[in-house]
């Protein structure tokens, strides 16, 4: 998605995880990130992928880039959050626990 926004276009998109069958070893360079939740496994496009991916088609077309944001949690802190919810016994941990913003 395209925005104007204070005289620039902000490019937003949503990433998403997928159920995968195997998780590998990811690192930032990778394109897939992944993760388990009690013996699920998961995997999403790795947020640094898709900003490499954004430059590269801008520049390609002779237009710079400035920045990136990360808003709301990536899938770790989704699953740091789950597992300590689940510890402790939370069903809505997030009305106690401080330090969690969205």
């Known amino acids: 998605m395209a ?3 204070e005289g620039k276009i902000e490019i937003a998109c ?3 995880s997928f159920e995968d069958q195997e998780v590998a070893e990811t690192s930032e360079e990778s394109r897939y ?3 388990s939740v009690l013996g699920d496994h998961f995997s999403y496009v790795s947020p640094h992928y898709i900003e490499a991916q954004v430059k590269k088609l801008a520049g390609d077309r002779g237009i710079g880039t400035i920045g990136r944001a990360l808003i709301g949690f990536t899938p770790q802190e989704c699953k740091n959050c789950a597992e300590y919810a689940i510890k402790e016994n939370i069903g809505e941990f997030w009305k106690i626990r401080g ?3 969205m």
């Open 3 to 5: 925005f104007p926004h």
């Open 14 to 16: 949503n990433v998403e």
């Open 33 to 35: 990130m992944a993760y």
């Open 99 to 101: 330090g969690i913003f």
